[in-house]
């Protein structure tokens, strides 16, 4: 399942307007295969929106979004998920009357897989993730927990380039935010794909990210190792409007 190549994901002046409110103002961020690139920001700082144009579900007011150099702005998201761009949601979005193992099979084969290559592509991934017990039973019968790993499944059922997580910790306990952890830290080397993760759980971002990129009211406020985001004043101040105080891990 691994990539080969080297390959990136960028912005590069990145504007979304939603009549007059800009839900993003000039972002720049870079995105690399085989790390774990944190995203965070207060509530409203253009996450998920930054999410959303990154899999091609909002197209950008301006500015260009760049797939190992090649701008795929234009394109929506199922061209992006072909070309290696993989996502999970804040809600799963699971097919509630297929099983899981269907569920991970539908991506798979419109990547252009055969049935029984997407088959087993999602039956290996769900052995990696401890879940082969479930991959006969229907999706909608899945606790929440369980629903939000299977999400994560089915955009590594892509076999991408790129996988974007969504707060996939949100509404977890701590032993299944541990876990989660220990999946998200494994994503790199066994699928050769870059990992950006966008998360409130501190603890998470701290665990498993390499660079943490960190917006503010739909600005980059600043990029750097999870200790040096954390020690930033200004970051401190977005968060709790004081710099006297780290950001909680």
Known sequence: MSQTTHDT????????????????????????????QGLIGPNGAGKTTLVNVLSGFQPPTRGRVLLSGADV????????????????FQAARLFHDMTVTQNLMTPAIATGLSKTKA?????????????????NHLAGSLSYGDERRISIARGLALDPKFVLLDEPASG??????????????????????????????????????????????????????????????????????????????
Request: proline letters at 3%.
């Open 119 to 135: 088959h087993d592509r999602s039956e290996d991934i769900l052995k990696w993730m401890g879940l082969s017990h479930l991959g």
């Open 172 to 249: 977890m306990n701590d032993s299944e935010c541990q876990d989660l952890m220990n999946i998200i830290l494994d994503i790199p080397s066994r699928f050769g794909c870059g990992v950006l993760l966008i998360e409130h759980n501190m603890k998470v971002i701290m665990g498993v990210c390499e660079r943490v990129h960190v917006l503010d009211g739909g600005r980059s406020l600043a990029e750097g190792t999870p200790s040096e985001v954390q020690d930033n004043p200004d970051v401190r101040r977005a968060y709790l409007g004081d710099d006297d105080t780290t950001v909680a891990a």
């Open 73 to 88: 702005s234009k394109q929506g998201p199922q061209k992006l998920a072909k070309a290696g761009i993989g996502r999970s």
């Open 9 to 36: 994901l960028e912005t590069k002046n990145l504007h979304v307007a939603f009549g007059g409110i800009h839900a993003l103002s000039g972002v720049d961020l870079m995105i690399e295969t085989g790390i774990v």
